[in-house]
Structure formats: C-alpha cells, structure tokens
C-alpha cells in the first residue's frame, strides 16, 4: 500500500525558515515522482513543486520559486521540502502526493487544478503551515 506522511510544519515569523519532510513506503520510491502541494483555507489546492521519477528534475511555481527547494533521499525514501523567506500567503497545509502508476511524465500535471487529483492519486495527510507577519 502507498502511504506517505508529511511533517515538519508549525509557525514561523515572516522571513523565516522551515523544513517539511515527507516520509514514504509502499513503492519503489526512486522509480516514482512526487510532488508537494498547499491549500490554503477557501481557496484550491495548489501545486508548488515537483521531483520527477527517471532523473529527478525539479520544478517549481513561480510563487515560490527562488525560496523553496525540493529534495530527496532514496535510501530513507524521503522527499523534503525546505522553505525559507516566507511570506504570510505561504500559510497553508501542505501535502505530499504522487500516483499509483508510475508515469514518467507525472510533474507535468502538478500545477493543474484539472487534473492534479486525476493524476496524483496518492497523498498523505497534511502539515500545517502557519506564517505570520
């Protein structure tokens, strides 16, 4: 079964820093891509960041681009997320999600509303973020 847990959040002062981790089993961990989302309260979840599966390419949106930095261990089959310079609109809960199928191409939907949870079928149950000014 695939599971993946995601921790590390808690409050922070704006210009501050923190490390989510994302801890998984269940699969192959290196063979899959996965990805990093928020949802902040009313507004849809968004996708902020993305490992792929063959070379673990990064992306990223723009919205937290240049502050944010994806990563991952295979032998701990961990993906972390460090957050630094961050912002009031940063305050969320955060989750970590990848699919049951292996798709090679799965970062390519991570920062579509359409079709992330067609697509990322897998998450883990949420950190909260919380960033005050």
């Known amino acids: 079964e695939v599971q993946l847990q995601a921790s590390g959040g808690g409050w922070v002062q704006a210009g501050g820093s923190l490390r989510l981790s994302c801890v998984t089993s269940?699969?192959?961990?290196?063979?899959?891509?996965v990805g990093w989302f928020r949802q902040a309260p009313g507004r849809q979840h968004e996708g902020i960041s993305c490992?792929?599966?063959?070379?673990?390419?990064?992306y990223y949106a723009d919205s937290v681009k240049g502050r944010f930095t994806i990563s991952s261990d295979n032998a701990k089959n961990s993906l972390y997320l460090q957050m630094d310079s961050l912002k009031p609109e940063d305050t969320a809960v955060y989750y970590c999600?990848?699919?049951?199928?292996?798709?090679?191409?799965?970062?390519?939907?991570?920062?579509?509303?359409?079709?992330?949870?067609?697509?990322?079928?897998?998450w883990g149950q949420g950190t909260q973020v919380t960033v005050s000014s």
């Open positions: 999600a990848t699919d049951h199928f292996q798709r090679a191409d799965l970062c390519r939907y991570y920062r579509s509303s359409s079709y992330t949870r067609r697509y990322f079928t897998s």
């Open positions: 269940g699969f192959t961990f290196d063979e899959y891509a």
């Open positions: 490992i792929s599966s063959a070379d673990r390419s990064t």
